[in-house]
C-alpha cells in the first residue's frame, strides 16, 4: 500500500466546462492520468497528460502542453508557448509550437512540426526538477528578484481548479467512466453519462446524460438531468429547482419541494421533503389573514354594544340595544310574573283555612295573571333596548303583579263565604201538640 497521497484520486470538473462538438473547453488547467483515454479534443490553459494517454481530437494549450511517453494524439497539437514531449508520442496531425520544443527519442509527428523557439532533441527534464535547477542557478548568481517574479508567475491563478481525470479513466460522448469520486462544478454543460463512485453535481448545470453511482448522488439547485439519476446504495440529494427527466432509484432519498422529476421516483429506505425556512406566505394566505382580522374588529364592536345593554342603566339612550339584550329582559320579566302567581295562589289557599276555593274563580285569576305575564313578556320581546322601554316594562310588571294580588284577595274572600254558608246547619223542626215525644 502506498503512503503518499494520489492527487489524481477525484474526476474534477471545473466551473463552466462545456463539451462544445468533439471538444472538451475549460479555461482551466488540464491534467490527465496515465492510462486514460479521452476521446474528445481539449482546450484549455495548461494540457498535462501522463504515460500512454490517448487523445481522440486536437489538443490546444494557451500555455505550456506536457504529453508523456507513449502518449496518442489524433490530431494536431497547438502550444501557445512551450511544449514538452516524451518518448515514443505519436502525434497524427501537426505540432505547432510559438516556444521552445523540448522532444524525445523515437516521437512520431506525421504531418511535421514548426517552433519559433529552441529546439532540444532529447529526453526532457521533469518540470519539478527543472524549476528546482532553475532556481537555485538565479540565487547562486544574486538574481533574486528573477526568481521571485519567477515563483509569482508559477503561482498565479494557483487558486484555480483544473480539470483533473484520474488514472484509468474513460471520456467520451458515450459515458465519463471512473473508478473514484466525481465532482462537477457550477454553469457546466455536459454530454454523456456519469459512473463513480460518488457524484456530486454543482448549481446550474445541464448534464445530456444519467447519473450512476455506488454511493451518494447529489444534484444541486437549478440542475438538469436529462436521464436517470441511480444509486446502489447511496442516498440521492435533489436541490431546489433540480429537474431529472427520467427515474430516481436510490436507497434513502431527500428531494426539494421545488425539485422535479419526470419519472418514478424509487427509495428503499426513506424519502424526506425539504421545505425552505422563513417561505413568504401566499397571496391566498395574505388575503384570508386579513380578512380574519376584518371579522374580528368587526365583532368586536357588537361584543361592546351587547356588554353594556345586559347592565341596566347604563345604557346609552342615543344607540339601540342589540336583540340578545331584549330577549334577556323579557325572560326576567316572565320569570317575576311567574313568581308574583305562584304568590298570589299560596296566599289563597292559606286564606281558606284549608277549605276548597272555587276552582272557576281560581282557573280565572291564573288566566288573568298568565295573560299580563304574557303582555309583559311580549313588551320585553319588542323591546328596543332604550332607556324608555325599560321604564315602561318595569311598569307593566308593576301593574301585573297588582292585578295578580287582587285576584288572589278576590279569591280568598269568596272561598271564606262559602266556607261561612256551609258551616250554618238548619235546626230540626220541633212536633205540635203537647204530651208527644220525639221517641214515638
Sequence with gaps: MSLRSDPLDELSIPDE??????????????????????????????????????????????????????????????????????????????????????????????????????????????????????????????EEEAAESLVDELLEGAEADPLVVPRNASVNDDAWRVSTPATIGDDCRLHGNVRAEEIAVGAGNEVFGSLRARGDIVVGEGTRIHG????????????????????????DLRFHENATADGTMRASGEMTMIRERG???????????????????????????????????????????????????????????????ADATESGETAGDGADPDDGETEESRSSAGETGGSTGDTGDDATGDASDDATGETDRADGSDEADDSADDGADDSESDAHEESVVPEPKRPDGPGTTSGA
Design 17 to 142: 466546462t462545456t463539451v462544445e462538438e468533439h471538444d472538451l473547453v475549460t479555461d482551466s488547467d488540464v491534467i490527465v492520468g496515465a492510462q486514460s483515454t479521452v476521446e474528445f479534443g481539449v482546450r484549455g490553459n495548461n494540457v498535462l497528460a501522463g504515460e500512454r494517454v490517448t487523445f481522440g481530437g486536437h489538443i490546444e494549450a494557451e500555455e505550456d502542453c506536457r504529453l508523456d511517453l507513449w502518449c496518442d494524439v489524433d490530431g494536431d497539437v497547438l502550444v501557445g508557448q512551450d511544449a514538452y514531449l516524451g518518448e515514443r508520442v505519436h502525434v497524427s496531425g501537426q505540432l505547432m509550437v510559438s516556444g521552445d520544443l523540448d522532444i524525445g527519442d523515437d516521437v512520431q509527428i506525421d504531418d511535421g512540426f514548426e517552433a519559433n523557439g529552441w529546439i532540444v532533441i532529447r529526453n526532457p527534464m521533469p518540470t519539478i526538477v527543472f524549476l528546482f535547477v532553475y532556481l537555485s542557478q538565479l540565487l547562486r548568481i544574486g
Design 279 to 341: 417561505r413568504q406566505p401566499t397571496h391566498a394566505e395574505e388575503t384570508d389573514g386579513t380578512g380574519a382580522e376584518q371579522a374580528d374588529d368587526a365583532d368586536s364592536p357588537g361584543d361592546t354594544d351587547a356588554d353594556e345593554a345586559s347592565e341596566p342603566g347604563e345604557a346609552d339612550s342615543d344607540h339601540s340595544a342589540p336583540t340578545g339584550g331584549a330577549t334577556e329582559d323579557g325572560e326576567r320579566a316572565s320569570g317575576e310574573d311567574e313568581t308574583a302567581t
Design 228 to 251: 436517470d439519476v441511480t444509486t446502489r446504495n447511496g442516498t440521492v440529494v435533489l436541490e431546489a429547482d433540480a429537474e431529472v427527466l427520467g427515474d430516481v432509484s436510490c436507497d
